[in-house]
């Protein structure tokens, strides 16, 4: 998917709504758990009732891998199961050298046919470049996320002011133009993804941390938001484990409209 | 496996080769491309000829996830086959907030049971810790790597002219004993590699590089070892593809004596 068709998605559903899939096997309902593939069930159902209220679909690569080759077939079911105009991510943070991520980026663009995935910084241009190679296909890299750790390292300043996470952006940006490159920007602090909007104005960011993580989206996307939107902000938990019932999918399907509904407003007023 | 086991193993083979299991299916011998499982068995005739010149075996998990399910299982009966007194390195460079590297950890470490990962540092102290609460299982966190992206961030220094990867060695060594933490060091400058001796005197390091990507034994060994070895020396490519037709194994298994011969002189004069 290209930028013109993500931003067209965004506009007519009045959305930019990702829903993260962390489908964990441990917190689906008990009556899924005897199906076939209870993963895949369960999230059948949540697609099937959050589709209309977003625009992209993040499935968390670690909660597949976990369940050994059983979880990347869910996984694999689970991508072909999605609406094709809604953009998908593959929430994986790899990165390695040249001739690694360039076979990352088979599995998760070609073996599996992912818009995107998110990619790790740590190694430079030869580790990031190679998922840049196909056509309407993203890296979505790590800058500034909203976990404790990340003022590890991210904010660690050079000699002249200058945090990590700009350089990495910086950096980055000359290695791909904003229709194959976004951003991890967390959500925690509002005021810093407006900071992070004036490095990168053409860029999507990724914005997890709404929800349970704490982040206020009015401020995120005040801040955030340029004359495209900009923005794919990822609720997963606050939607997927809205109820726990028979009813989940119900539940989920409200919480996201719910979100969608508070998107629109913020769309109108500040894209 | 432990560190004491480890170090014993060394000096039982004399050893502290590490080969790369970096396996393609593209560039196995045509003859075994019928068979059933053609990685497991390319991988199978590989342990049975090297086994007794190495210390540890790092599959590269690309190799295998692009393979999609079928790539998986392969990996699986390869771990399966290495005998269980050889240190196995998931070389995966995972990292994620907590509850997420929690499930690599889970994935890697029992779903199926490596000894080790390697880690990336970018999202800081949460996506790390998450690896080191098992037991007798290792992180190997990467440092400074041999690519040619390892410029682009980890060689930026802070206003006290510390390098970003001398702050990852530095704060990750709080996070963990010399006996759950190791590092990736590349092995393109060997004065570097002394340099972070330095600064970790007791930690195991993995280094890749030697041999396709230019690195020099000798100096890596000169400047990298301590009382314990403390190093693991991986090659990849120059032993599993030392040869291309039927007699690859052999071939293989001639690359990985010469390479321990080598090494055994090393230790003699440097550990």
Redesign the interface.
Known sequence: MNKAELVAQIKKKESYLCVGL?TDINKIPAHLRDSDDPIFEFNKQIIDATHQYCVAYKP?I??Y?????KG??SL?RTLDYIPKDIFTIA?A??????N??K??A??FFE??NFDSITV?????????TPFLEFHDKWVIL?AH?S????????L????E?KA?YE??IE?SRQWATAEHLMFVVGATQAERIGHIRSLAPDNFFLVPGVGAQGGDLEAVSKEGMNNECGLLVNSSRGIIYAGSDEDFARAAGMAASNLQAEMKGYLEKYM
Chains 1, 2 share one sequence.
């Not at 891998?65 to 080759?69: I, N, R, S, V, Y």
């Not at 943070?93 to 040249?98: E, P, S």
């Not at 976990?147 to 991210?154: A, L, W």
């Not at 660690?156 to 000699?159: P, Q, V």
């Open positions: 962390d968390n670690a909660f891998e976990a369940l050994g080759t990347w077939e694999q929430d943070k790899r990165g390695d050298i040249g690694t991520s076979l990352y088979k599995a073996t599996m790790a910084p740590y190694m430079g241009v030869d580790s990031v790590l996320t976990n404790p750790g990340s003022h590890d390292f991210q660690i300043e050079n000699g002011e990590l350089t990495v950096k």
